[in-house]
């Protein structure tokens, strides 16, 4: 007896570590899944169409760019076509824009939240992401069927790299978010100067311009930039093989996963700042 309850107390153990963990993620789901709806209710409330305005305001957003550079009559985009070309840039800065915007006011804003029970700072800054990362993807999706139906932009080429890049963006864009969260919520200055430093960064996100059009030392210099380089990878997703493309997925990964880290820690500082507060 005493043999038997030996080797399977170990077995018992591990078996209730993973039936405790499997649960605390049901109910953190359930968390997240209710602060996405509550966020979603008070940016759009019921009124109109509601819960679409968080499609239907990035969609209009995009084809307005596209409009306008066809107008225009831009021509450097070359065998691409500006459809292509405008609705692949500007989902990738609305997302990336979105989603820092969104965390840098995130801890100040929810503060109030974390006083009940199961809900988690993290819980905040995850559902707000989520919901971005949803709503530009579906904005992307309705804009990209009628525009390839009419035949202004071709088929998905691959479409395994297009979703890679599109998170790829999304985790550089919420890991980068998770430390200015927090240094918002430490120092109020940071909210304050993050909107012009957004337009700033434009020239390093790879939306306006393809690596390949640069020369060799500016394609070294610009793909430093993880933005960059998932800007490519979501293009080469979709445009045709014999456009030319230069992204690394695990150079971006890695930069990503250390934001998280750095974020996660920080995050935790700034949370207990915030109690004191």
Avoid: C
Avoid at 79 to 103: E, K, N
Avoid at 226 to 237: A, D, I, L, Y
């Amino acid at each position: 007896m005493t043999v038997r309850n030996a080797m399977t107390f170990p077995w018992r153990r591990t078996q209730r570590f993973w039936g405790d963990l499997y649960q605390s993620l049901q109910v953190q789901s359930r968390v997240i899944a209710a602060l996405m709806i509550r966020e979603a209710m008070s940016r759009f409330g019921h009124e109109n169409i509601g819960f679409f305005w968080i499609i239907v305001e990035p969609m209009l957003f995009t084809i307005g760019v596209m409009l306008m550079w066809t107008l225009a009559g831009t021509e450097h985009t070359g065998s691409i076509g500006i459809p292509a070309f405008a609705l692949t840039g500007y989902s990738i800065v609305t997302l990336w824009r979105h989603i820092v915007g969104q965390a840098t006011v995130a801890m100040r804003s929810g503060v109030g939240l974390i006083y009940h029970l199961n809900v988690k700072m993290l819980d905040i800054l995850i559902a707000r992401s989520l919901l971005e990362v949803i709503a530009v993807f579906a904005s992307f999706s309705i804009t990209y069927i009628p525009f390839f139906l009419l035949g202004y932009i071709p088929w998905i080429r691959d479409p395994l790299v297009l979703v890679g890049g599109y998170f790829l963006t999304a985790w550089f864009a919420f890991s980068f978010g998770l430390i200015l969260a927090a240094l918002a919520a430490m120092n109020e200055a940071v909210e304050r100067i993050m909107n012009p430093l957004m337009y700033i960064t434009i020239p390093v996100l790879g939306v306006f311009y393809m690596v390949s059009w640069l020369p060799p030392l500016a394609q070294a210099v610009v793909l430093w930039s993880p933005m960059v380089n998932v800007s490519e990878m979501f293009r080469s997703g979709l445009f045709p093989a014999d456009i030319e493309t230069h992204w690394d997925a695990s150079y971006v990964a890695i930069v990503s996963l250390i934001q998280t880290a750095v974020g996660l820690y920080l995050i935790k500082i700034a949370q207990k700042q915030l109690r004191m507060e």
